[in-house]
């Protein structure tokens, strides 16, 4: 039996001012109307049934994702009452689905990304999703063929193709985010694939490996799954980790009874994790300005300029270079594009000096 479970838990603070602590990435109606949870939700669609589609989110956008994707049931939405970062996510998940159906196949997907196009997404995880029927000891990563030496991505070093599975490979090793010239290495030898974040296992598998990695997450996760009403208690004592850290490069090394296995994605693919990757869904003007909402621009080259700030009011620059602006009502951010991915430190110095309602 397949299921599968939408990861959209984070807070997108690299997208501040954008996204919000009441108003994350995900939720955000900016990609042709609709929010990246919706297309994540759209994009499954044939694969499995409503009724197998969970949303691991956090509980105070429990109720904004039920009104995005009202065909999901109620009891498919489960709210972390904080995050504890990826691993819990998808523990939790992996338990609540492996008490409704002990058997059951499941994919972790996310709701943070662009992919296109969605058939080639779907062949590769119906593929995912065949892998782990046929081996039930099989952890499952999605690997996206990489079109560039990325900097901004962790990496996967595949190994030999497993038997049986053409275009399947063992995973050798998972890489952080490198350098340009390790990245321009790894894509140039072929042997590389971006990590995508994405898994598919049997429930009962992540949480054998969690018996023998984490057996406290994993007694914990067991435990909140019998009794949801300690979810409060429980949840906030979870080891903070990664999903990758935690499980995925132990078992690649071969430290449980596991197999490590990646399947390739063909697909233009962005992480939407900053300002960076939304630029390429702007319009850019004849100066290589990214641009959204009511801008104007004088000799302004290289910038990436958001309007969100409503249909009255205007961003006009003069003079910028390779600088990112951001307007809404309530905040404003103006930083050099370098910079971008330390946001997340000015949100706290907001958070800090002019309070949590503007972070």
Not at 302 to 320: I, K, Q, R, S, Y
Request: with cysteine; aromatic share 6%; net charge negative.
């Amino acid at each position: 039996m397949r299921y599968v479970v939408i990861m959209a838990g984070g807070s997108g603070t690299r997208l501040w001012p954008l996204s919000r602590k009441g108003r994350p990435k995900q939720l955000l109606e900016m990609v042709g109307g609709k929010s990246l949870l919706r297309l994540a939700y759209e994009r499954l669609h044939g694969l499995v049934d409503d009724d197998h589609i969970l949303v691991c989110t956090g509980r105070a956008y429990a109720d904004d994702v039920a009104r995005q994707l009202p065909e999901l049931q109620p009891g498919n939405i489960l709210g972390e009452p904080e995050g504890r970062d990826s691993l819990n996510a998808v523990a939790w998940s992996a338990a609540v689905v492996a008490d409704r159906a002990p058997d059951a196949v499941v994919a972790m997907v996310t709701a943070d990304q662009i992919i296109e196009p969605v058939a080639e997404f779907q062949r590769s995880l119906t593929l995912a999703f065949e892998v782990a029927e046929a081996r039930p000891n099989a952890l499952v990563t999605l690997g996206v063929v990489p079109t560039s030496p990325h900097t901004g991505y962790g990496y996967l070093h595949r190994a030999e193709e497993l038997d049986g599975f053409p275009g399947v490979h063992r995973v050798a090793e998972f890489k952080e985010k490198p350098a340009l010239e390790v990245a321009q290495r790894y894509v140039g030898s072929g042997e590389y694939w971006w990590n995508a974040g994405m898994f598919v296992w049997r429930a009962g598998t992540l949480l054998s490996q969690l018996d023998q990695l984490l057996p406290a997450t994993a007694e914990t996760v067991r435990e909140i799954v019998a009794h949801p009403e300690r979810l409060d208690e429980l949840f906030p004592t979870l080891m903070k980790i990664s999903v990758d850290y935690a499980v995925m490069e132990p078992a690649s090394v071969g430290r449980t009874d596991a197999e490590v296995v990646s399947v390739g994605l063909h697909i233009d693919w962005k992480d939407v994790g900053g300002f960076l990757s939304l630029a390429e869904l702007f319009t850019h003007d004849e100066d290589g300005n990214a641009v959204d909402g009511r801008t104007v621009t004088l000799d302004s080259s290289g910038c990436v300029l958001v309007n969100a700030a409503g249909p009255e009011h205007v961003v006009a620059t003069l003079g910028l270079r390779d600088c990112l602006v951001v307007a809404t009502a309530t905040a404003t951010l103006v930083a050099d594009l370098r910079d971008s991915e330390r946001i997340r430190e000015l949100v706290e110095l907001v958070r800090t000096r002019v309070g949590a309602e503007y972070a």
